[in-house]
C-alpha cells in the first residue's frame, strides 16, 4: 500500500511542476506533452515483459525490483538539462512502473481468497489515488518552494527507501516459480494473450483511463493558460480533490463489484456520466469544478477498482496468468493513453482547450460498446487457499488458469 503510494507520486508530481519545467527549460505546450507522452510509452512498452517476467521470477521479487528501477530514472530526471533529456529519463521512469503495477496487483490479490479481493483492490488502487494527489498537491508546493528538480528528487528518493524497506514487510507465499524454457513461458502465456474478452475489457476501457490522466495531469497547465489569476496551488487542488475522493470511490466500487452479478453494468453506470464530465471542464465556475471534479473522482475510483477485479474471475486469468493479463490490460491502454495525451496537448495548442477536452470525452465514450464482448457475470470460481501465491501454482504441468 505504501509502495502504491509513493509509485503514484511519481506519476503526478511531474504534472503539477508543468509551467515551471516549461518556463525553466523553454519548452513549449506540445513539448511538455511529449514528456508526459514518453513517461505513458515507457510505462506500456514494458507492461507485457513484466508479465511475463514475473512468470518466470515471480510477482514479490519483479515488484521489488520495479521500485528500485523506477526510482533511479525518478532521481536522475530531477538533474535534466533540456526537455528531451527530461523525456528521455522519464520513459525510464514508466518502464519501472511497468514492472510494478502488475506484479504488485497479482501479488495483493494472491493475499486474499476468492470473493473478498474486491475491497481489497479498491483499497489497493485507493493507495494510488493518495499518492497522486500528494504528488500534485505536494509537487507544486515544493515545486513552488524549492524549484521543480526537488519536486522529482523527492519522488526518486522515496521510491529507492521503499525498494530498501519492501522486502522486509512484504511476506514470502507459495512456492518459487518453475523454471521454464522460454517455449514454456510462452505456451503457459497464450490462453492470457488471445482472450478475447481481456482484450475487449482493454479496449473499451482505453479512453476512460486516458480521460482520467489528462484531466489530473493537464488541468494545472490548462488553469495556468485559461485562468491566470489562479495560483499554482490553487490550480493543482481540483485534481487532487477528485484523486482524494478516489479513496472513496475504488473500495466501495470493489465491494459493489463483488456483489453484482453483471459487473459491466458498473463499468457503463461509471464510463457514461465521466466523459460528460470531462465535456464540462471549460465551461465550468470555480464552485462547479469542485462538483465535476468531486464526481470524476468516485466514478475513477469505482471504475478501475471493477477493471482490475474482473480479470481475477475470467477463466483465462484466473491463475498464474492474472499477472500476465493485467499486464495487457494496462498496456492496451497506456498505449492509447500515451498517443492521446500527446494528442490532447497538439488540440490545445492549436485548436483551444474546448476542442481537447471534448477529444478526451469522445475518447471515453466511444470505445464502451465493446464491454458487449465481456464476460461479465462473475462465475463460480473455486476457491485458492488463503497464503498460496497464484502465480506459482500448476497441476502436472498444466497452467493453474487452464485447470481452473
Known amino acids: 500500500m505504501f509502495a502504491r503510494v509513493v ?65 533511479t530514472f525518478s532521481l536522475a530526471s530531477a538533474f535534466s538539462p533540456d526537455w528531451i533529456v527530461l523525456a528521455a529519463l522519464r520513459f525510464g521512469v514508466g518502464a519501472g512502473a511497468a514492472f510494478f503495477f502488475a506484479p504488485g496487483l497479482s501479488l495483493v490479490a494472491s493475499y486474499y481468497p476468492v470473493g473478498t479481493r474486491g475491497p481489497v483492490i479498491g483499497l489497493y488502487n485507493a ?45 514470502k507465499v507459495g512456492t518459487a516459480p518453475p523454471r521454464r524454457t522460454a517455449h514454456e513461458l510462452w505456451r503457459a502465456s497464450l490462453p492470457v494473450l488471445k482472450s478475447r474478452p481481456l482484450w475487449a475489457l482493454a479496449v473499451s476501457c482505453m479512453g476512460l483511463w486516458t480521460a482520467f490522466y489528462v484531466a489530473a495531469q493537464y488541468f494545472v497547465q490548462y488553469a495556468h493558460e485559461v485562468h491566470p489569476t489562479w ?40 464510463g457514461v456520466p465521466t466523459a460528460v464530465a470531462i465535456c464540462l471542464l471549460p465551461f465550468a465556475s470555480w464552485s462547479e469544478l469542485v462538483v465535476v471534479f468531486v464526481a470524476l473522482g468516485f466514478f475513477d475510483g469505482a471504475l478501475f477498482a471493477v477493471m482490475y477485479l474482473l480479470p481475477t474471475y475470467l477463466p483465462e486469468t484466473a491463475g498464474e496468468g492474472l499477472s500476465l493479463g493485467l499486464a495487457l490490460l494496462n498496456a492496451v491502454q497506456i498505449f492509447a493513453g500515451s498517443a492521446l495525451a500527446v494528442g490532447f496537448a497538439f488540440v490545445a495548442a492549436y485548436d483551444g482547450y474546448t476542442a481537447a477536452w471534448f477529444l478526451a470525452g469522445a475518447a471515453a465514450i466511444v470505445p464502451l460498446p465493446l464491454l458487449a464482448f ?20 500448476e497441476t502436472h504441468g498444466v497452467p493453474a488458469a487452464e485447470s481452473l
Open 374 to 393: 465481456v464476460r461479465g457475470h462473475r462465475p463460480a470460481a473455486p476457491q485458492v487457499p488463503t497464503g498460496v501465491e497464484s502465480v506459482g501454482l
Open 127 to 171: 493507495g494510488f489515488s493518495i499518492g497522486s494527489g500528494i504528488g500534485l498537491f505536494a509537487g507544486a508546493l515544493v515545486g513552488v518552494a524549492f524549484g521543480w528538480p526537488w519536486a522529482l528528487a523527492v519522488g526518486g528518493l522515496a521510491l529507492l527507501g521503499m525498494a530498501a524497506l519492501a522486502p522486509m514487510a512484504l511476506p
Open 7 to 71: 509509485y503514484a507520486f511519481n506519476w503526478y508530481n511531474v504534472g503539477a511542476v508543468l509551467p515551471l519545467i516549461g518556463r525553466n527549460l523553454g519548452a513549449t505546450t506540445p513539448e511538455l506533452g511529449l514528456v508526459l507522452g514518453a513517461f505513458l510509452a515507457g510505462a506500456a512498452v514494458f507492461q507485457i515483459p513484466a508479465g511475463f517476467v514475473a512468470l518466470r521470477w515471480g510477482n514479490r521479487v519483479v515488484s521489488i525490483a520495479a521500485l528500485a528501477v523506477m526510482g
Open 231 to 270: 495560483s499554482l496551488t490553487l490550480a493543482a487542488g481540483l485534481p487532487t480533490l477528485m484523486i482524494a475522493v478516489e479513496v472513496i470511490g475504488g473500495p466501495l466500487g470493489g465491494w459493489i463489484g463483488e456483489r453484482v452479478r453483471d459487473m459491466r453494468f458498473l463499468l457503463v453506470g461509471t
